[in-house]
């Protein structure tokens, strides 16, 4: 690549070099929708012109291909995770406090346990047959990033709802009591 006699590019390259960037973002974002910070991190990759990446970054969300609003509402009414994981995926992901906060907001409790309670539905079986299926079923709920409040809803619904499936012997009852 020629640069001229102060180490720059000529404004045919810079707009080449550009034009590159923009079609790679472009691909990035066909793949699967990413924050800000997450495009930024793949453009400078690309290059080591920063201002040349903001200006890319910026024609993108100018467009609206990227937006960490559209992520962030996504990731927010995603089914099958809790609040907490949905709160631990945008901060990696690199999305503001602010937003997560609004995201969070926007979720209805409601729902939530019912996720919770469907996703116990298909599991029970599996977690009757272990020694504990209260502790094992409550485990797998927090990994999902379920609050321990929706978490007990669920396992005294579905657990009620199968009295026969009880697994284990009587002592494991008492070992995991419920908080409330």
């Known amino acids: 690549m020629a640069v001229t006699a102060g180490g720059e590019r000529t404004p045919e390259e810079r707009q080449k070099a550009r034009d590159d960037l923009l079609a790679y973002a472009f691909r990035a974002l066909s793949g699967r929708a990413l924050t800000e910070t997450e495009l930024r991190t793949r453009l400078l990759r690309r290059t080591d012109d920063e ?10 969300q100018e467009l609206g291909y990227q937006s960490d609003e559209g992520v962030a509402r996504a990731e927010g009414h995603r089914r099958g995770v809790g609040g907490f994981r949905v709160r631990q995926t945008l901060k990696r992901r690199g999305v503001g406090e602010g937003l997560i906060e609004e995201t969070l907001a926007t979720r209805d409790p409601e729902e939530e346990r019912a996720d919770a309670v469907a996703i116990l539905e298909r599991r029970w079986p599996s977690f009757a047959r272990k020694r504990d299926p209260r502790a094992t079923a409550y485990a797998f709920l927090a990994r999902r ?8 809803a669920a396992i005294r619904e579905v ?6 499936e009880q697994g284990g012997d009587e002592e494991s009852e008492t070992e995991f009591e419920d908080p409330e």
């Open 159 to 164: 657990s009620a709802a199968h009295p026969e």
């Open 145 to 152: 990033g379920f609050p321990g409040a929706v978490i007990w």
């Open 51 to 60: 201002t040349l990446a903001a200006e890319v970054l910026a024609r993108v």
